[in-house]
């Protein structure tokens, strides 16, 4: 890392697309200064580095700003080419695929989940468990293919898709207990998990990721 | 191009989606098999190519499917970086800022458009509508602020953002024709008039982009589907 690099992280502990950041951060070794937002009142830092959408998380690198989970995981990879493991592959095959599966996670899985936990009427509910859990299945087998064996998404160490995918996990742990339904289990998502407990057992999984009960008192 | 290369484009001229990949294609000069696919009875290669969600694009390089627009583009641009223009700037910042513009055309610009345009409920199409045209308003200083006095969104040249955008607007032709609304003002969004016109121009943009009298005929003719029964076109 050059010297001078300044890395500070607009985040909130709670919510899974920080996490995602601090992830990819813990794992390249990169210090930053981790600047808690109040969502309820959000700093004139927040609203000048995220205009258009005034949402967490922003890295500000040197000052400048970059938004949005995936945005940022891919600038990180970047920006620090030669820092640590890369997330992308090299090939622009494996890239491609790699993509694939963030979109899809953010597409099929966080969007149902969302309506999932947020929706008021019992049939919304309903639909958006019964989606969340098809793409639970998809992935699975996605995890088969891109792994081919090996531990990761991402082959032998943590990839993009692990990062867009490890970031969710407190929530989705959570949604046994506010919906019913457990979204990884032995019969039906063996390989999931068993990344799930590799992955939570990584030091920056453990620092990265607050897998903490109190988030379940959160407001909705 | 590089010898030995096949490219395979699956693809249905209306799909916007669609159109960005054969602009990209287009702009780097690369040759390809364009197969057209009927959305109501997807063909065997379709289904194989795509299988998780079974929609256009799919771009088959050498055997290989590549699924997702935006996907698609970043891919050509990355196997064929020598080959005519780059879509996106070396600089990693800039890279960033160009991602964080395309997922914005596509979460604020798009869905929202296709609501409007497609949407069940006249309140569902007014707030489509609504959405659509405070997108339009944001980046239009987006286009101030990537274009630094060049004419595209990628500065002196199209990049990837001009491409995202420059595949819609087509169908935004249709909606202002269907409409009444002009969705590009040049007294609301000068910038954005003025490089609408600019697009259209360029040669790729003739080469891919759908005639607007064609498009205008398939979006009513669907809409009276529509109407008539459930509409199953899934791009």
Request: hydrophobic share 45%.
């Amino acid at each position: 890392m050059a010297g001078e690099d300044e890395l500070k992280l607009l985040g909130t502990w709670a919510s899974p697309w920080v996490s995602r950041v601090k992830l990819a951060l813990h794992l390249k070794g990169l210090s930053y200064e981790n600047v808690e937002q109040d969502l309820d009142n959000k700093s004139d830092l927040l609203l000048a580095s995220n205009p258009v959408h005034k949402k967490v998380p922003v890295l500000i690198h040197n000052g400048k700003p970059i938004c949005e989970s995936v945005v940022i995981l891919e600038y990180i990879d970047d920006a620090y080419g030669t820092v640590g493991p890369s997330f992308l592959p090299v090939d622009p095959y494996e890239r491609a695929i790699a993509r694939f599966w963030v979109d899809y996670i953010d597409q099929k899985l966080v969007i149902p989940w969302k309506v999932a936990f947020t929706a008021d009427g019992e049939e919304e509910k309903t639909e958006g468990i019964k989606q969340m859990l098809a793409a639970v299945h998809t992935l699975e087998g996605a995890l088969k293919e891109c792994s081919k064996g090996k531990p990761f998404f991402g082959g032998d160490s943590v990839g993009y898709v692990d990062l867009a995918l490890g970031g969710l996990l407190a929530f989705l742990q959570g949604t046994e207990e506010l919906c019913g339904s457990k979204p990884f289990d032995i019969a039906n998502t063996p390989l999931l998990l068993a990344w799930v407990e590799r992955f939570t057992a990584l030091d920056a999984a453990k620092v990265a990721c607050q897998m903490s009960a109190s988030w379940l008192s959160l407001p909705r | 191009m590089a010898g030995g290369d096949d490219l395979k484009l699956l693809g249905a001229w209306p799909s916007p989606f669609v159109t960005r990949v054969k602009l990209a294609l287009a702009l780097k000069g690369l040759s390809y098999e364009d197969v057209e696919e009927d959305l109501y009875k997807k063909s065997e290669l379709l289904l194989k190519s795509n299988p998780v969600h079974k929609k256009i694009p799919v771009l088959i390089h050498n055997g290989a499917p590549v699924c997702e627009s935006m996907i698609i583009l970043q891919y050509i641009d990355e196997v064929f970086a020598s080959t005519g223009p780059s879509l996106l700037p070396a600089d990693p910042y800039e890279r960033a800022i160009a991602r964080f513009w395309v997922a914005y055309v596509d979460d604020k610009l798009v869905a929202p458009w296709r609501q409007w345009l497609r949407g069940k409920t006249e309140e569902e199409k007014s707030e489509g509508k609504k959405q659509a045209f405070a997108a339009v308003g944001v980046l239009e200083g987006a286009l101030r602020e990537c274009s630094k006095g060049g004419g595209f969104f990628g500065g002196d040249g199209v990049g990837l953002v001009d491409v995202a955008l420059g595949g819609v607007l087509s169908w935004m032709k249709v909606t202002e024709a269907l409409s009444g609304d002009k969705i590009f003002d040049a007294a609301k969004t000068p910038l954005l008039a003025a490089w609408v016109e600019r697009f259209i121009e360029l040669d790729a943009a003739k080469a891919a982009l759908p005639d607007v009298g064609r498009l205008l005929e398939f979006a009513k003719a669907r809409e009276a589907a529509a109407a008539a029964s459930k509409d199953e076109f899934n791009d």
